[in-house]
């Protein structure tokens, strides 16, 4: 498959990637602002394996022409060939398909790039950067690593939004969204210091928009002196 899909569908065709037809079987508004898909995977699970923060890219059509955005498996069920996709939900092209989405539709999805790695030694603390967009990831990282404590600096309200925290004792620090990302900098540059000097073994992940991830990156591997392998840094959208 690829063809159809401008240069972006030639390169992951050229890089192996394997391509999937998903099938919506059911649509939840969880807010306003968020909504939650739950589809067939079309042998996907199958095929490919699951691991966490396993994501894929779905492909929409613009105009005529093909977008790739990429998305967070929520609850994949291998046995059953199912699993959960969810939008936060603004202007663009992907927020508009799901806003309309209803079973019965389907979508391509690539799979190509995804992976995880857990840090050696294990992490004995997580700190985590994110927001709406990188909520299902930040959830199912969360997940994965059991009952590793963590403190969660949040970009926006997450009230109402599906948050799970595991077992680990996690503390949600709700930060508003402030001149473009440049406030969670700040809050994070204060307060993350006493989270790492109290910790042998930290992780930090970092998941919110491209800009302000490459800022928060570059301050935890340079001025905080956190090594790059425990740092785990990917911008989640482009402000505009």
Known sequence: MGQGRGWEGAVLRLLRAKDFVLTVLAAEDVTPRYRRLRVSDGGLLAATGVHPT???????????????????????????????LEFALHEGTASDWARAARPGDTIGATVQGTGFREPEPAPSHVAAIGDPASLPALNSLLGALGRTPATVWFE????????????????????????AGAHLVERVRAELPAVLAGTPHPYVWIACDTATTRTLAACVRKDLGVPKHRVHALGYWRAR
């Open 156 to 179: 926006g309200d997450p009230a109402g939004l599906p948050r799970r925290t595991g077992p680990g004792v996690h503390e949600t620090r709700a930060v508003p969204r402030r001149d």
């Open 54 to 84: 396993m994501w894929v890219r779905l492909w929409f059509s613009a105009a005529g022409r093909p977008h790739q955005r990429a998305y967070t498996l929520v609850d994949p069920d291998p046995g059953a060939g199912t699993f959960g």
